[in-house]
């Protein structure tokens, strides 16, 4: 299993960034796949989930309608895009169904 996370990075808060997660060595339209994430200093925190369909979609109510996840199983490709930022949703954001990536840094910050 890989899971390859990209897109992170340092935007001012009510910026957007959309997240990438790359999957490969699994059959990637087998799996509901979820974001979570790790503040410094705190858990992990789940952020959102999709089914293997990617027609049913599910959020923490810290993120709901300011993020919203999608997955290409085609490309095997999940992605999570995030607006209105906010200095609490700083965090290092992983990918996964139980194997986890190596993270994306999100920094929210002026």
């Known amino acids: 299993v890989q899971l390859l996370e990209s897109g992170g990075s340092l935007v001012q808060p009510g910026g957007s960034l959309r997240l990438s997660c790359a999957a490969s060595?699994?059959?990637?339209?087998?799996?509901?796949m979820t974001w979570v994430r790790q503040a410094p200093g705190k858990g992990l925190e789940w952020v959102s989930t999709i089914n293997v369909a990617g027609n049913r979609t599910f959020y923490a109510d810290s993120v709901k309608g300011r993020f919203t996840i999608s997955r290409d199983n085609v490309k095997n490709t999940l992605y999570l895009q995030m607006n209105s930022l906010k200095p609490e949703d700083t965090a290092l954001y992983y990918c996964?169904?139980?194997?986890w990536g190596q993270g994306t840094q999100v920094t929210v910050s002026s």
């Open positions: 996964g169904f139980g194997s």
């Open positions: 060595g699994f059959t990637f339209d087998n799996y509901a």
